[in-house]
């Protein structure tokens, strides 16, 4: 599924008194992304969130740092769940569920993704510290938060243990890429078929 014909992509473009965002994904990439927010370690963690899930990203938000990074971060994450759920379409032939436990030398992560439509985040993750460098850790949750609503996905991300925060916060993004990768791929079994057996995901 690589030809422009049938390759699964979507735009958005977000625009508000707080940020102007415009993003486009395709699920069938190779993990190419060109991503500029403004905020360093958040470029960082979403070039490896569309690295590791396959899905090329093209990113461009401008916000309102000067007051901090919280609406870029969470109004970024509204904008990419919407352009995954808008290339998903009616979600036919994806394998749906995925699920992983992802190591960064002293720390584990797990990811649990159910493409299911229907948006819910269970978020088991702590930080020992308010910052990595300048970002404001509590934002990692805010991303999945706003990525999960606006995608439709049901994500569960839970930290085994660790004590780097910026392997903590890398892991939950690496993990989720991954777990991406696996559930927006077509099952050659079903490519024709909505995983559900209500006929549609919602």
Known sequence: ?????????????????????????????????????????????????????????????????????????????????????????????????????LVMDETMTKAAVDLSGRPFLVWNVEFSAPKVGTFDTELVREFFQALAQHGGITLHVMNHYGANNHHIAETCFKSVARVLRTAVEIDPRQASRVPSTKGMLV
């Open 1 to 101: 599924m690589s030809s422009e014909a049938t390759a699964r992509k979507g735009s958005i473009a977000r625009k508000t008194n707080e940020t102007d965002i415009s993003v486009s994904v395709n699920l069938d990439g190779t993990g190419v992304s060109k991503i500029s927010t403004g905020v360093g370690f958040f470029d960082h963690m979403l070039e490896q969130l569309s690295r590791h899930s396959l899905i090329d990203m093209e990113i461009v938000a401008k916000g309102d740092l000067h007051i901090d990074d919280h609406h870029t971060v969470e109004d970024t994450g509204i904008a990419i769940g919407q352009a995954i759920s808008k290339a998903l379409g009616d979600r036919r032939g994806i394998t749906r569920y995925a699920s992983l436990d």
